[in-house]
């Protein structure tokens, strides 16, 4: 049974990554038929682009108007979960690693090229142990409605970014972001509010 569900696994991944190179509009159509029942939930229109790498369909969850551009890598597998609300955008060679843990994206939200969210980390307590054989740390990133990251941004695990937010280019985020702030630097602070909470 074992060697079955091995041939099995590969075959879907050979399908998944012909259907992932296919160019033009035919092949994104053919992706959203395709990949459609792959995912846990859809709630309408979504557009896949070439070299979009997908792992853990059945724990990825869709809003409508969901767009993940070229070369973007999309990770909920190992009991990951990734939530994604309506009119999203990822643009290219950007990451949204949830696999162990959790993301949850709320609506009108974009991630520019280059950013990496990632709901994991290595372990490093012990420095006689190399850290590659310590293990990792689990979990959640939350990105409330309206929120913008910038390009070259990094989201660490357990971080919350506050509706309406906008993360400077080239921001590591590390701790919880407020709603209505212009965050900026590494680690990100605050640079100004884009309005204050009444």
Sequence with gaps: ??????????????????????PTAIGKKIRYLAYKPLFKETN???DID?????????NISLGSNVSFMKNSYIYA?????????????INTNSQLGASFGKIIIGDNCAIASNCVLRASN????????????QGHTYGEIIVEDDVWISSNCVVTANTKI???????????????????SIMGGVPAKLIRKRKWDI
Excluded: C
Excluded at 12 to 17: L, R
Excluded at 50 to 58: A, L, P, Q, S, W
Excluded at 126 to 132: A, G, H, L, V
């Design 122 to 133: 290595h372990t490093f307590d012990n420095p006689d142990i190399p850290f590659r054989e």
């Design 77 to 89: 597998h190992a009991k990951g979960e990734l939530i994604i609300g309506e009119n999203f955008t």
């Design 162 to 180: 506050g509706k309406s937010s906008i993360i400077g280019a080239g921001s590591v985020v590390t701790k919880d972001v407020e709603p209505y």
């Design 44 to 46: 309408g229109k979504f």
């Design 1 to 22: 049974m074992k060697v079955i569900n091995k041939i099995l696994n590969l075959l879907a991944q050979i399908y998944i990554s012909i259907l992932s190179v296919t």
């Design 50 to 58: 070439t070299g979009v790498t997908i792992m853990g369909f059945k």
